[in-house]
């Protein structure tokens, strides 16, 4: 299963649902890519929707880093929405939990970047 990305504007904020596997390869290129895209347009306040990623090797954890960095870089935010189990305890395990900022509901998430 590839892995898609869409955004979505919501108040200010643009929300990237993400569906598939973030992996090496395909999945992490259409990560960077996908930021990359939206801060050009400058666009900095990002929401990653990660409830349809069913799979997060290590080079995709190395992308959400990096994307986190990326924007953080350039005076944005980028925030994660709805993990799944597997992602929740992925980000457990590697001590990421405490670097993102992870919201459980898109309303209180939205709302958390004004």
């Known amino acids: 299963m590839t892995m898609k990305a869409s955004t979505r504007q919501v108040d200010g904020v643009t929300i990237v649902d993400l569906s598939g596997r973030i992996t090496l390869g ?3 290129v259409i990560l960077r890519d996908t930021v990359r895209d ?3 347009k400058n666009q900095k306040k990002i929401l990653l929707n990660l409830g349809d990623v069913s799979y997060i090797d290590s080079s995709g954890i190395g992308e959400l880093v ?3 960095t ?3 870089n350039q005076g944005g935010d ?3 929405l709805n993990l799944t ?3 929740h305890d992925l980000l457990q ?3 990421l939990y405490t670097v ?3 919201k459980d509901d898109e309303t209180s998430a939205v709302k958390a970047f004004a």
Request: hydrophobic share 40%; aromatic share 8%.
């Open 100 to 102: 993102f900022d992870v």
């Open 85 to 87: 189990k597997k992602v």
């Open 78 to 80: 980028l925030r994660l």
């Open 70 to 72: 990326t924007v953080r």
């Open 93 to 95: 395990i590697t001590k």
């Open 26 to 28: 395909e999945g992490s």
């Open 66 to 68: 990096s994307a986190y």
């Open 38 to 40: 939206l801060l050009g």
